[in-house]
Structure formats: structure tokens, C-alpha cells
């Protein structure tokens, strides 16, 4: 048997456990790393863009195109409306998953603060019975666990689920433009205006820490103009791809397991002490010196 949980938390080590003798198992698709079951339920963070992303890419790869089957051991979904169907594709807007079968509706997930996935590569496992969905391919069955959202969307409800969201800095269908005109749009602070999925979709605290830092802008800042949009923006975009290919935040591509001032005391780049306060209700993080206010 094998199973893997893809990371949810940037400072899950690789390789060995910490206290634990069992090493990686198995590295599917985009060397997502793998875990023992024991892991199952550690997701300290809510899962941002950049895991989403990591998930519908890995997931689209290895059950789009083939019979899928689809059953809650939890009793708290319904899979009839999927029966018999095939997966068409699977993709991520934002924090959310959409699942497409041809004559159904779409499967929209979202994993909320401790949602995750467990994948088995022996889709003969049974699953624990906590498992809010299981999608079963021939040679694969990821189990959902904990999510906050895993519902059929109507057409209707998808297109206001879109309409509600901002750019996603990880899609194709982005428009930078847009995505300026809705910061600098905003009259709050710009550290509140990152964590609305109306102005951008798939950022997070943690990305906010890091990509506030990186533009050089205080979180209270208000009043951003479009130069520093602009400059945010294909931050996000690097950064937030690289996050999806390595399964963490990654905000310095030359140290990807190191944050400039995510949870950090102290700042990596010059050595002030981070300040913390709240920001649109979550912690916010940043250096004096690197990111002065006013």
C-alpha cells in the first residue's frame, strides 16, 4: 500500500519524518511528496492558490479522460448525479476546485482551513471512514477529507461562484489589466485587499507576507497606484507558479524552504525584528526597514 498526502504547510520536511523511521514512499505526478498516513489531517494553514493549483494539475493528469468512480464513505455526499460518467477535466479558480463530467453537474470543492487530499496509488484501499468523497480511477483514488465545500454547482451557482472571484494569478485567463484595476480600486489597506477573493483569487496569508515583502509595501498601505499594482501582480504570478510546481511558498527561488518574514521574529534580509498585527482579520507580517510605513 501506498499513500501520499500532498503538503499543505511550507515547512513539511522532505524525505524522512521527523521521529519516525518510515521514509518517502512515492513520488507521483510533479514529485508531490509523499507521506505515511499517520500525517493524515496536518494541515496547520489553509491551503492557498498555489496547492490548489498543484492538486487540479496532479489530479486532471492522472483521472481526466477515464472512468472515475465516485462514492462518500461518510454518507455525506451524493454521487449519483456522477454515476457512470467520465471526468472530463478538473480545474482550480481561485481556492476552489471544479470538477467537469460530461451531463452533470460540476463538483466544486473547497478545502477551507483543514481540508486535504490522500492519495492512494492501490485505489483497492479501503478509505477511512471520514472520507467525504473518494474518486477512484483504475490505478488511483484520491480520498477528500474535512473539506468545507463538496457539492454538485448548478450552472447558475458556477457562474456567480466565478463572478465572484478576481484574477488567479496561476490561470491562463488572467488579465493583468483587471487585476490592477481591482487593487488599486480598492480603498483598503492593501495587505486587507490581497486576502479578498474578489480582488485576487488564491492568495493567502502566507503569500501576502511574502509578496508585500518582495514589492517593498507595508500592509496598511492604501491608495496603491498602478506601478506597484502592476509590480505585485507578476510577483504573483512567478512566484505563485513556482509554488505550484514545488508544492510550497516560495518566495526566494534561490532558498524555497525560507521566508523573508512568514512567522519569522526576525527579517532574512537585514535582521529587524518582523512587526505583527491584524490585517483583514489574519496576522500580518512585515520588516520595518523593507517595508516602512506611511
Not at 471526468?87 to 482550480?92: D, I, N, P, R, S
Not at 488599486?184 to 496569508?205: E, F, K
Request: glycine fraction near 10%.
Amino acid at each position: 500500500m501506498t499513500v501520499s498526502q500532498q503538503p499543505t504547510d511550507p515547512h513539511l520536511p522532505v524525505g524522512r519524518i521527523p521521529g519516525s523511521a518510515a521514509a518517502v514512499v512515492s513520488a507521483p505526478v510533479g514529485g508531490v511528496r509523499a507521506f505515511p498516513p499517520r500525517w493524515a489531517g496536518y494541515a496547520p494553514d489553509m491551503p492557498e492558490g498555489h496547492l490548489i493549483h498543484r492538486y487540479a494539475r496532479e489530479q486532471h493528469h492522472a483521472l481526466a479522460g477515464g472512468d472515475v468512480t465516485l462514492s462518500s464513505p461518510q454518507g455525506r455526499f451524493d454521487p449519483a448525479p456522477y454515476a457512470g460518467r467520465s471526468l472530463g477535466a478538473v480545474e482550480a479558480d481561485g481556492k476552489h476546485l471544479l470538477y467537469h463530467f460530461p451531463d452533470a453537474p460540476v463538483l466544486h470543492v473547497h478545502l477551507g482551513m483543514r481540508g486535504l487530499f490522500l492519495r492512494y496509488d492501490d485505489p483497492a484501499v479501503p478509505p477511512r471512514p471520514g472520507t467525504r468523497l473518494r474518486l477512484a480511477g483504475p490505478t488511483v483514488a484520491y480520498d477528500l477529507i474535512a473539506p468545507i465545500r463538496c457539492e454538485p454547482l448548478p450552472a447558475d451557482a458556477e457562474r456567480a461562484l466565478r463572478a465572484s472571484l478576481g484574477p488567479d494569478p496561476l490561470r491562463g485567463d488572467a488579465d493583468p489589466a483587471e487585476a490592477v484595476r481591482r487593487l488599486t480600486a480598492t480603498g483598503a489597506a492593501v495587505g486587507a485587499a490581497l486576502l479578498d477573493q474578489a480582488v485576487w483569487a488564491g492568495i493567502g496569508n502566507a503569500w501576502r507576507a511574502e509578496l508585500l515583502f518582495l514589492a517593498g509595501l507595508d500592509p496598511d498601505a492604501r491608495s496603491v497606484g498602478a506601478p506597484a499594482a502592476e509590480r505585485l501582480w507578476r510577483l504573483a504570478v512567478v512566484h505563485l507558479a513556482l509554488g505550484r510546481d514545488l508544492g510550497q511558498v516560495v518566495s526566494d527561488p534561490t532558498a524555497p524552504d525560507e521566508r523573508w518574514v512568514y512567522k519569522r521574529e526576525h527579517c532574512r534580509r537585514c535582521g529587524s525584528p518582523v512587526r505583527t498585527w491584524q490585517v483583514g482579520g489574519r496576522t500580518a507580517y512585515a520588516c520595518p526597514v523593507d517595508q516602512p510605513a506611511g
